[in-house]
Structure formats: structure tokens, C-alpha cells
């Protein structure tokens, strides 16, 4: 059974920074491309950033370009998603989703495994 295991949600004021993690069990974490979504209140679930299996491919929306980057650790089983420069509208719920391949994916309908959310919250 695989399982995600988010983490590093907060309250965190405007140009504040945080750093989230999510740790995957029960699969061969190192073979799996992963990404991160996100929720507000009232909206659907929206891509955030997603990164292929050996970290060297990596994408993001626009509004998190030069703000935002993920990463990877594959011995310790452990994506992460640096936010830096927070603003009021990244306040969500923010999920980790792994893929049963490994290359990347923007649709929220290519991942397999979802971790249950981290709340992210931006104070203006």
C-alpha cells in the first residue's frame, strides 16, 4: 500500500517562506515522478510543480516561476517544495501526488497516489 506523508504547512506571512515535504512509502519511491497540487477554498485542485524520477526534469506553473522550487531525495524517500516570496493567493491546501512512471505529468488525472494535504496559509 502506498502511502503519502505531506508536512511543513503553516502560517506564514506575506514574503515568507516555507518549505514542504512528503514522504512516500510502500513503492519503489526512486522510479516514481512527483508532483505537488494545491486547493483553495471554492476552486478546484491546480497544478503546483512536478519533477521526474532522477530529479532532472522539472516544471511549474507560471504564477510560481522563480518563487517556488522542488526537489527530490530518493534515499529518503522525500520530495520537497521550497516556497519563497509568499503571497495571500498561495494560501491553500497543498498536496503531494506520486505517478506510477517516471516522467513528468501537469494533469491532476495522471497521478496514481495522493498524500492527504498540508495547509498553507499567507497572511497579508
Known amino acids: 500500500q502506498v502511502q503519502l506523508a505531506e508536512s511543513g504547512g503553516g502560517l506564514v506571512q506575506t514574503g515568507g517562506s516555507l518549505r514542504l515535504s512528503c514522504t512516500v512509502s510502500g513503492r519503489t519511491f526512486g522510479s516514481a515522478a512527483m508532483g505537488w497540487f494545491r486547493q483553495a477554498p471554492g476552486k478546484e485542485r491546480e497544478f503546483v510543480s512536478t519533477?521526474?524520477?532522477?530529479?532532472?526534469?522539472?516544471d511549474y506553473t507560471d504564477s510560481v516561476v522563480g518563487r517556488f522550487t522542488i526537489s527530490r531525495d530518493n534515499a529518503k524517500n522525500t520530495v520537497f517544495l521550497t516556497m519563497n516570496s509568499l503571497k495571500p493567493e498561495d494560501t491553500a491546501v497543498y498536496y503531494c501526488?506520486?505517478?506510477?512512471?517516471?516522467?513528468?505529468?501537469?494533469?491532476?488525472?495522471?497521478?496514481?497516489?495522493w498524500g492527504q494535504g498540508t495547509q498553507v496559509t499567507v497572511s497579508s
Open positions: 501526488a506520486a505517478r506510477r512512471t517516471g516522467m513528468i505529468a501537469l494533469e491532476t488525472s495522471a497521478y496514481d497516489y
Open positions: 519533477i521526474n524520477w532522477n530529479g532532472y526534469e522539472r
